[in-house]
Each structure stands twice: as structure tokens, then as C-alpha cells.
């Protein structure tokens, strides 16, 4: 399975980013796909997660109100919509995939990752 993360970048305090992670390979199956990020000299921590359906959701309380998950299972896409950046939203972003559908914001749960797209938010 490859995950391939884009859409990162470099935009103002306040503004809007959308990253999107593209899955490959062999057949999924269900799964629930997450977002982590990973700013400088800080530890990886959970953003969100989305099921299978799409209908379930889970995201960090940093985010909750400001970050939206969708995705295309057609496309085996997920997508996550940033508004109302802050500077400490700056981080490498990861897309990850966990095989089965219960949400979970623990890291060692999710077997696939994706190489990371950079989101700089500037004050």
C-alpha cells in the first residue's frame, strides 16, 4: 500500500489549506485513514481520523471546528480541509491508513504511512 500526501504549503495566519492523500496498491478492504503532524522538536501527534464511510469522524481538540475530513472512496482519497491557520499549526503533515473500521488517535495503530507534505502557516 503507498499513500501519497499533497497540498501542503505556505499561507498567512487565518487562511485556508487543503491536503489531500491518495492510497495505492493492493486492495484495502475497509479502513480508516488519519492525519498526524509533526512540528520541529516535537513529538508526531493525531490530528483526525475519518471511517470508512466517511460518516464517522474524531479530531483533536486543537483543530475541532477548523480542520474537516472527507473522502472519495472511489478515488481511495481522503482530504483535509484547514481553516483558520495559526502559526502553531506548522508541521509536516502524514496521511496513515488502519486497516478495520474503529477510530483511534494512537500512532502504533495505523500499518501505512505516507511521506509527509509541509504546511507553513506564517504570522
Known amino acids: 500500500v503507498q499513500l501519497q500526501a499533497s497540498g501542503g504549503g505556505l499561507v498567512q495566519a487565518g ?7 491518495a492510497a495505492s496498491g493492493r486492495t484495502l478492504g475497509l479502513y480508516v485513514m488519519g492525519w498526524f503532524r509533526q512540528a520541529p522538536g516535537k513529538e508526531r501527534e493525531f490530528v483526525a481520523s475519518i471511517g470508512w464511510s466517511g460518516g464517522s469522524t474524531y479530531y483533536a481538540a486543537s483543530v475541532k471546528g477548523r480542520f474537516t475530513l472527507s473522502r472519495d472512496n472511489a478515488k481511495n482519497t481522503v482530504y483535509l480541509q484547514m481553516n483558520s491557520l495559526k502559526p ?12 478495520g473500521a474503529g477510530l483511534t488517535t494512537l500512532s502504533g495503530s495505523f500499518d501505512y504511512w505516507g511521506q509527509g507534505t509541509q504546511v507553513t502557516v506564517s504570522s
Do not use: N
Not at 487562511?15 to 492523500?21: A, M, N, T
Open 15 to 21: 487562511g485556508s489549506l487543503r491536503v489531500s492523500c
Open 88 to 99: 502553531e499549526d506548522t508541521a509536516v503533515y502524514y496521511c496513515a491508513i488502519r486497516p
